[in-house]
């Protein structure tokens, strides 16, 4: 069975274009339209409608999304607006809507919106991690890609990777991915997007892991504002339950800013014989701005021979916070993995590697019963 | 005082530069400053890694004044300052050479501003034979006032996986953009005879650029001289690296001391690259 669209808009003209535009779009069929939500309550139940696209930019939006969902239990409700906002949307989304779509919209929106939200609605209370390193070289690429996937695999649920790392960003290489467009056109466009509009620009590696891809070359860095880079991270907040982003090594604007907006800052760095742990210590101390950054910031090692727990204790000793996770070495794992396009953790399940992140993913699937200190 | 004692000398600026983290940077940084200043150079290193920087860390120093104090007299006392009050002695077997430290609290480091950085390396230009300067592994604002005043760029590299290949090309295609002259920017590859699954031979033809040097790896030994705080061309002058620094640093300063490397035989064919690069 196709979508069976009730419409309500209370402004004629645009009701007239979406109107069109929903005819037009193959597998929709509108059934009903109205200007008045009051109308559309009392009348609209006898066409059956699954889908029900809602204009709700007024402030009484989510008590009228409430009354909807009484009437229409079992139908999907997307709001319209004319500009998204995240924090506009969330309230919407708790009120009972599945999801949120920019009017007017296009037939390939109008399917996408359809597409991401009626069946797994939009995130609300997603998480989202970045990724800091004091240095480069911490393998944080390397074990993001592989926390993706895994966390994907093990939760189920939509995950995201922003690659901001907007001069030497490896995501692409990582993923075997040649991106059709990257975070350069996010950035250009992100003042117009939604949800659904910023959905495309990620690159699918498997159903449930989307990339956003870096720039293509250094000088780009220039195209992506931090005003614009934190409005693709709201938004795709928005689309992926567990949001992953990689940042440009020490601290910048780029790398200040993502961790601003996330949940969970993990700091990573290579064991490599040569100061590591001081630099992890220092740039500790600025993160300990935050109130809360005992429960918000994490610190990772990767590269740690030997990976047992008693190497774990010993670093965290020298660091004077407690290390969440370790990483072995697994140059020719990962390499191997990344010559054939694919991550360390498909190819040996139950290598030292893959348990190493597999124990990671655990801690984040566990956050909120205090995961991280449990496992 | 004569005319000629009033001409300024400008020494010479040897940047490093890289686009991956960990490939060499500081370590023959600190040992081209050394295996000069054992030549009788009047040298002093800068770090501009400016907020981890471990040339400090490298050589034990401890220093009392960094970089941030440099560019505090800048600001009050404006071109009268002297930048020899805010440099760290180092001295190994007899043989010195100054550090200009990076500065202590990264929120300094934040805030160094970039034409105080640059009127810093102008100074030292005057009082220095050599300049030698570590940077961090992008391009800031910071590092391309440095590729524009350095009279040489060594463009350091190593080979270990595709990510680090892809860098370095969109690092020399970026050099190449910028228009720097082919002598100045100098590719060298370091950790040669690293295990890699790549042929440094596939890397130079994706370059288009042959290496103009190539140093050995020894990880051990570079390691070790990390934990003495000592550079490894003052202790352990006759290993491999150390003669190959000194080849390197013979051709900078055109006293060539011979021991140019072939650059690292073919070991397999590869077209990871041509997936990368077509």
Same mark, same amino acid.
């Given at each position: 069975?196709?979508?069976?669209?009730?419409?309500?808009?209370?402004?004629?003209?645009?009701?007239?274009?979406?109107?069109?535009?929903?005819?037009?779009?193959?597998?929709?069929?509108?059934?009903?339209?109205?200007?008045?939500?009051?109308?559309?309550?009392?009348?609209?139940?006898?066409?059956?409608?699954?889908?029900?696209?809602?204009?709700?930019?007024?402030?009484?939006?989510?008590?009228?999304?409430?009354?909807?969902?009484?009437?229409?239990?079992?139908?999907?409700?997307?709001?319209?607006?004319?500009?998204?906002?995240?924090?506009?949307?969330?309230?919407?989304?708790?009120?009972?809507?599945?999801?949120?779509?920019?009017?007017?919209?296009?037939?390939?929106?109008?399917?996408?919106?359809?597409?991401?939200?009626?069946?797994?609605?939009?995130?609300?209370?997603?998480?989202?991690?970045?990724?800091?390193?004091?240095?480069?070289?911490?393998?944080?690429?390397?074990?993001?890609?592989?926390?993706?996937?895994?966390?994907?695999?093990?939760?189920?649920?939509?995950?995201?990777? $922003? #690659?901001?790392?907007?001069? =030497?960003?490896?995501?692409?290489?990582?993923? /075997?991915?040649?991106? *059709?467009? &990257? @975070?350069?056109?996010?950035?250009?466009?992100?003042?117009?997007?939604?949800?659904?509009?910023?959905?495309?620009?990620?690159?699918?590696?498997?159903?449930?892991?989307?990339?956003?891809?870096?720039?293509?070359?250094?000088?780009?860095?220039?195209?992506?504002?931090?005003?614009?880079?934190?409005?693709?991270?709201?938004?795709?907040?928005?689309?992926?339950?567990?949001?992953? $982003? #990689?940042?440009?090594?020490? =601290?910048?604007?780029?790398?200040?800013?993502? /961790?601003?907006?996330? *949940?969970? &800052? @993990?700091?990573?760095?290579?064991?490599?014989?040569?100061?590591?742990?001081?630099?992890?210590?220092?740039?500790?101390?600025?993160?300990?701005?935050?109130?809360?950054?005992?429960?918000?910031?994490?610190?990772?090692?990767?590269?740690?021979?030997?990976?047992?727990?008693?190497?774990?204790?010993?670093?965290?000793?020298?660091?004077?916070?407690?290390?969440?996770?370790?990483?072995?070495?697994?140059?020719?794992?990962?390499?191997?993995?990344?010559?054939?396009?694919?991550?360390?953790?498909?190819?040996?399940?139950?290598?030292?590697?893959?348990?190493?992140?597999?124990?990671?993913?655990?801690?984040?699937?566990?956050?909120?019963?205090?995961?991280?200190?449990?496992? | 005082?004569?005319?000629?004692?009033?001409?300024?000398?400008?020494?010479?600026?040897?940047?490093?530069?890289?686009?991956?983290?960990?490939?060499?940077?500081?370590?023959?940084?600190?040992?081209?400053?050394?295996?000069?200043?054992?030549?009788?150079?009047?040298?002093?290193?800068?770090?501009?890694?400016?907020?981890?920087?471990?040339?400090?860390?490298?050589?034990?120093?401890?220093?009392?004044?960094?970089?941030?104090?440099?560019?505090?007299?800048?600001?009050?006392?404006?071109?009268?300052?002297?930048?020899?009050?805010?440099?760290?002695?180092?001295?190994?077997?007899?043989?010195?050479?100054?550090?200009?430290?990076?500065?202590?609290?990264?929120?300094?480091?934040?805030?160094?501003?970039?034409?105080?950085?640059?009127?810093?390396?102008?100074?030292?230009?005057?009082?220095?034979?050599?300049?030698?300067?570590?940077?961090?592994?992008?391009?800031?604002?910071?590092?391309?006032?440095?590729?524009?005043?350095?009279?040489?760029?060594?463009?350091?590299?190593?080979?270990?996986?595709?990510?680090?290949?892809?860098?370095?090309?969109?690092?020399?295609?970026?050099?190449?953009?910028?228009?720097?002259?082919?002598?100045?920017?100098?590719?060298?590859?370091?950790?040669?005879?690293?295990?890699?699954?790549?042929?440094?031979?596939?890397?130079?033809?994706?370059?288009?650029?042959?290496?103009?040097?190539?140093?050995?790896?020894?990880?051990?030994?570079?390691?070790?001289?990390?934990?003495?705080?000592?550079?490894?061309?003052?202790?352990?002058?006759?290993?491999?690296?150390?003669?190959?620094?000194?080849?390197?640093?013979?051709?900078?300063?055109?006293?060539?001391?011979?021991?140019?490397?072939?650059?690292?035989?073919?070991?397999?064919?590869?077209?990871?690259?041509?997936?990368?690069?077509?």
């Amino acid at each position: 069975m196709g979508f069976r669209v009730l419409l309500v808009e209370p402004d004629r003209l645009m009701l007239e274009q979406l109107s069109m535009t929903i005819s037009k779009t193959p597998g929709f069929e509108l059934v009903a339209r109205y200007q008045a939500a009051s109308d559309a309550l009392g009348q609209g139940t006898v066409f059956k409608p699954n889908i029900i696209l809602l204009g709700a930019d007024g402030q009484k939006a989510p008590e009228l999304i409430r009354d909807f969902r009484r009437l229409y239990p079992d139908v999907s409700i997307i709001c319209m607006g004319e500009q998204w906002r995240a924090d506009s949307a969330a309230h919407l989304v708790q009120a009972g809507a599945r999801g949120y779509i920019v009017k007017p919209f296009t037939s390939d929106e109008l399917k996408n919106a359809v597409e991401a939200f009626a069946k797994s609605g939009m995130v609300v209370g997603g998480e989202t991690y970045t990724f800091f390193s004091p240095k480069g070289k911490s393998g944080k690429t390397t074990l993001i890609a592989n926390l993706a996937m895994e966390l994907a695999r093990r939760s189920r649920a939509k995950v995201g990777i $922003i #690659d901001a790392d907007l001069q =030497f960003g490896d995501m692409a290489v990582f993923f /075997s991915l040649s991106p *059709t467009s &990257t @975070i350069v056109e996010a950035a250009r466009d992100a003042e117009f997007l939604s949800p659904v509009t910023l959905a495309p620009y990620f690159m699918p590696v498997t159903e449930n892991v989307h990339v956003l891809c870096g720039t293509r070359a250094p000088n780009l860095i220039d195209r992506v504002s931090i005003a614009s880079l934190e409005r693709i991270i709201r938004i795709a907040q928005s689309l992926y339950q567990y949001l992953l $982003i #990689d940042v440009p090594p020490a =601290f910048n604007p780029t790398s200040i800013a993502a /961790s601003e907006l996330s *949940t969970t &800052t @993990i700091l990573v760095a290579m064991i490599n014989g040569g100061y590591e742990i001081e630099h992890m210590r220092e740039a500790l101390e600025i993160f300990k701005d935050w109130p809360d950054y005992e429960d918000r910031v994490k610190a990772v090692f990767t590269r740690v021979t030997p990976c047992d727990r008693a190497s774990q204790e010993e670093i965290g000793r020298a660091l004077g916070f407690p290390v969440a996770g370790i990483i072995p070495n697994a140059y020719e794992e990962v390499s191997t993995a990344a010559d054939s396009g694919m991550m360390a953790v498909d190819i040996e399940a139950s290598s030292p590697f893959a348990q190493s992140v597999s124990k990671l993913v655990s801690k984040i699937m566990g956050r909120h019963s205090s995961g991280w200190r449990s496992v | 005082m004569s005319s000629a004692e009033q001409e300024t000398i400008n020494g010479v600026v040897i940047s490093f530069f890289s686009t991956a983290s960990s490939v060499g940077k500081t370590l023959i940084g600190i040992n081209m400053a050394a295996e000069l200043a054992r030549q009788g150079a009047r040298v002093v290193l800068v770090d501009y890694d400016l907020q981890f920087g471990d040339v400090c860390n490298y050589l034990q120093l401890e220093p009392e004044q960094t970089l941030m104090d440099a560019q505090r007299s800048i600001q009050l006392t404006g071109s009268s300052f002297d930048v020899r009050e805010c440099l760290t002695p180092y001295s190994c077997r007899n043989i010195m050479f100054a550090v200009l430290a990076a500065p202590r609290k990264l929120e300094e480091a934040y805030n160094i501003e970039t034409s105080v950085a640059q009127k810093v390396i102008e100074h030292l230009q005057g009082l220095f034979d050599y300049v030698i300067v570590d940077t961090t592994s992008m391009f800031s604002e910071l590092n391309l006032m440095l590729l524009d005043i350095s009279t040489i760029v060594t463009y350091l590299g190593v080979v270990d996986f595709l990510p680090t290949i892809k860098n370095m090309k969109i690092g020399s295609d970026t050099l190449r953009t910028l228009g720097y002259d082919s002598e100045k920017i100098r590719l060298v590859l370091n950790r040669s005879n690293a295990k890699t699954r790549i042929s440094s031979e596939d890397v130079q033809k994706l370059l288009k650029q042959e290496f103009y040097y190539v140093l050995p790896n020894d990880f051990q030994a570079a390691s070790q001289s990390i934990i003495d705080g000592k550079p490894l061309v003052l202790e352990h002058q006759d290993i491999a690296l150390s003669d190959a620094i000194r080849g390197l640093v013979g051709l900078y300063s055109n006293r060539s001391l011979g021991g140019v490397e072939e650059p690292a035989r073919r070991e397999h064919k590869s077209s990871l690259l041509g997936r990368l690069f077509g």
